[in-house]
């Protein structure tokens, strides 16, 4: 069974569409809402936020959410997530499918500095998706942070103090977690724009991605309330 999915924005920028998929029905649902924790973001915590006139972030969006994105305008939505054979992904596809809306699947980790050719890609997809558009994750919290810090200090040449914003305590990201990584990355940009450099010069010419990675550390409690309690992705 061939059912519709999205356009991938792997970094050669080639779409994929029409990934096979063989559920449906209320094994999506279900998936939706029990496996994936739905039931919380839709009656419990709804991390939905406007970034500016031109981008939301927010967590995994219900079909319900994607039909009120779209009266707002929405004509692109990005997935964080990376595209998934699970009925999450599925239903998000579909509603994007019904309602024109551009569906981008562009993988982040919550919990690792991004690679130097993810933030190239991220750069290329910030000008190239048709806007206003919808960026999420799982909960909203880390790699939608740090997608939205990115969009503001890439694609709109905010400072990176200014960006760092984005991952604030406000929208569930915890710093002194295993997340706080994508802190980390950020600040250790700090030195170098007060010096005047391009963030992309910092990326190609200095940016040591190993090294921040060892040199980061994470608190044993926060990492529980995370991965055990909030059970994050």
Not at 16 to 29: E, H, Q, S
Not at 116 to 121: F, G, N, R, S, V
Not at 134 to 162: N, Q, T, W
Not at 163 to 178: D, F, P, T
């Amino acid at each position: 069974m061939n059912r519709r999915g999205a356009i991938s924005f792997p970094s050669n920028i080639q779409p994929v569409v029409n990934r096979p998929y063989m559920r449906g029905g209320f094994a999506d649902w279900w998936d939706l809402f029990a496996v994936d924790h739905g039931f919380l973001r839709g009656t419990v915590w709804n991390n939905f936020h406007q970034v500016d006139e031109h981008l939301w972030r927010g967590n995994q969006p219900s079909p319900a959410r994607i039909s009120y994105l779209a009266k707002k305008g929405v004509r692109t939505i990005i997935n964080l997530r990376g595209p998934r054979d699970v009925g999450a992904w599925q239903l998000e596809a579909e509603a994007c499918a019904r309602h024109d809306i551009t569906l981008v699947d562009f993988r982040l980790n919550s919990r690792d500095i991004p690679k130097p050719q993810q933030l190239h890609d991220l750069k290329d997809l910030f000008s190239t998706i048709a806007y206003p558009a919808f960026m999420h994750c799982k909960s909203g919290s880390d790699r939608a942070g740090i997608g939205a810090a990115l969009y503001r200090l890439i694609h709109k040449s905010e400072p990176v103090r200014d960006a760092l914003q984005e991952l604030s305590i406000r929208y569930g990201h915890v710093r002194q977690a295993k997340t706080g990584m994508l802190d980390f990355f950020l600040e250790s940009y700090i030195p170098f724009e007060d010096q005047k450099i391009d963030f992309f010069t910092f990326v190609d010419e200095h940016f040591d991605r190993e090294l921040l990675r060892q040199k980061f550390t994470s608190h044993h409690w926060a990492d529980r309330l995370v991965d055990v309690f909030l059970r994050r992705e």
